[in-house]
């Protein structure tokens, strides 16, 4: 009978010259990738915007969602930057956060977006599943390296992180007092799960959920709920009272998305929805 489930890869999959890249950094760009490539593939199916469209935005929403994820991350790290501030822009040794690269990264799509006067509603929709498909994939790296620490469990797929690199090892296990390894919620496990059914749900609704861009404020709301329960998991700093820094961010967007959706969204029928999509078409011959 399982009892647990040991990891013993090591967390870095080039590590000579000074240059290092982690299987955090590697699922993170290949998230990106994917995401991206989502995006076009619904924006076209769904006639949400050209695939030319999306590429363009990415340019612009990649970078900011890079910077801003170094950036919370940074924060929450300010003791370890500021005795190694060189590893601050060592982006591919991972050392990001997860919600600083969601909300940074949507904020330069919208900016580009607006730039080149796109319906920003449909936009975002097609954005939504594409986007919880990356970070789905970017957690496989984080359960890998074991870079998030989470409270024990004698559940059977409790993980043990047992290679010397791994920072679970070199760390985190002294951090709690444990002097040996030990069976930790995959709390990251958790949320490749949850993101990937969110991000079927959210493809579903795209064109019911209405109107336009609330699919986006589904996907968020849902990632924001699910994320400050499964934080509680967590064994991050506590920046305030009992929460930590995830807390803090989710919170607000709580707070900010709960009043939109629950006064704006609405869900048609696939027959309604089918014709306003006549009705667009024929105003648009006009």
């Not at 949320?191 to 749900?201: G, K, R, S």
């Not at 991050?236 to 919170?251: C, E, N």
Request: net charge positive.
């Amino acid at each position: 009978m399982l009892k647990e489930i040991k990891i013993g890869m090591s967390p870095n999959i080039i590590d000579a010259g000074g240059f290092t890249l982690t299987w955090h950094s590697l699922f993170g760009f290949i998230g990106i990738a994917i995401a991206v490539y989502m995006t076009a593939w619904i924006a076209k199916k769904k006639s949400l915007a050209d695939e030319d469209s999306v590429y363009s935005i990415a340019l612009w929403a990649i970078p900011a969602g890079i910077v801003g994820a170094k950036i919370v991350h940074v924060l929450d790290k300010w003791s370890l930057y500021l005795s190694h501030p060189q590893d601050i822009f060592k982006v591919w040794q991972g050392g990001i956060a997860l919600l600083g690269g969601l909300t940074f990264g949507i904020a330069g799509g919208f900016i580009a977006a607006r730039a080149m006067k796109l319906k920003i509603g449909n936009l975002a929709d097609a954005v939504a599943p594409g986007m919880l498909v990356g970070m789905a994939l970017g957690r496989i790296g984080d359960v890998i390296n074991g870079e998030h620490f989470a409270k024990a469990t004698s559940l059977p797929w409790g993980v043990v992180y047992t290679n010397p690199a791994n920072i679970n090892v070199t760390y985190y296990y002294d951090f709690a007092n444990r002097g040996v390894a030990f069976a930790q919620h995959p709390v990251t496990g958790y949320e490749f799960i949850f993101d990937l059914l969110l991000a079927f749900v959210c493809f579903k609704l795209i064109g019911r959920l209405r109107p336009a861009g609330m699919v986006m404020v589904l996907g968020v709301l849902g990632y924001s709920l699910w994320r400050f329960g499964i934080q509680f998991m967590r064994a991050d700093p506590i920046k305030f009272s009992q929460f930590q820094q995830a807390h803090l961010i989710t919170l607000i967007l709580i707070i900010v998305l709960v009043p939109i959706f629950v006064l704006r969204a609405r869900l048609e029928t696939p027959s309604a929805v089918t014709q306003e999509q006549r009705t667009e078409q024929s105003s648009k011959k006009k």
